[in-house]
């Protein structure tokens, strides 16, 4: 059974920093296109960033560009997503998730997904 468990969510205040990690199990992340979601009370659920499967390019919602790194470590099978920055707007659950094709994609194409882990920021 393929699982995504997220972890390193929490509160912290604006400004501070806080890195989630996505271990898998069942699954090859190097084979599948993977990304973080979030989603905050009362809004649909948003792409946060994602790595394409091959060339391992990246993409950023505008958002969190300049302020979130997305990466990926093949020896462990693990996603990581620093956040430095943190504003009280980015206060959501996030997701981790991953999908068969090649590029990343809006969020009902993902094939798997994670439990999710609460980040929560204050002012």
């Known amino acids: 059974e393929v699982q995504l468990v997220e972890s390193g969510g929490g509160l912290v205040q604006a400004g501070g920093s806080l890195r989630l990690s996505c271990a898998a199990s069942?699954?090859?992340?190097?084979?599948?296109?993977i990304g973080w979601f979030r989603q905050a009370p009362g809004r649909d659920r948003e792409g946060v960033s994602c790595?394409?499967?091959?060339?391992?390019?990246?993409d950023y919602a505008d958002s969190v560009k300049g302020r979130f790194t997305i990466s990926r470590d093949n020896a462990t099978n693990t996603m990581y997503l620093q956040m430095n920055s943190l504003k009280p707007e980015d206060t959501a659950i996030y997701y981790c998730?991953?999908?068969?094709?090649?590029?990343?994609?809006?969020?009902?194409?993902?094939?798997?997904w994670g439990q999710g882990t609460q980040v929560t920021v204050s002012s």
């Open positions: 998730a991953a999908r068969r094709f090649r590029y990343c994609s809006a969020y009902n194409d993902y094939d798997y």
């Open positions: 069942e699954i090859i992340f190097d084979a599948y296109a």
């Open positions: 790595i394409n499967r091959g060339t391992g390019s990246t």
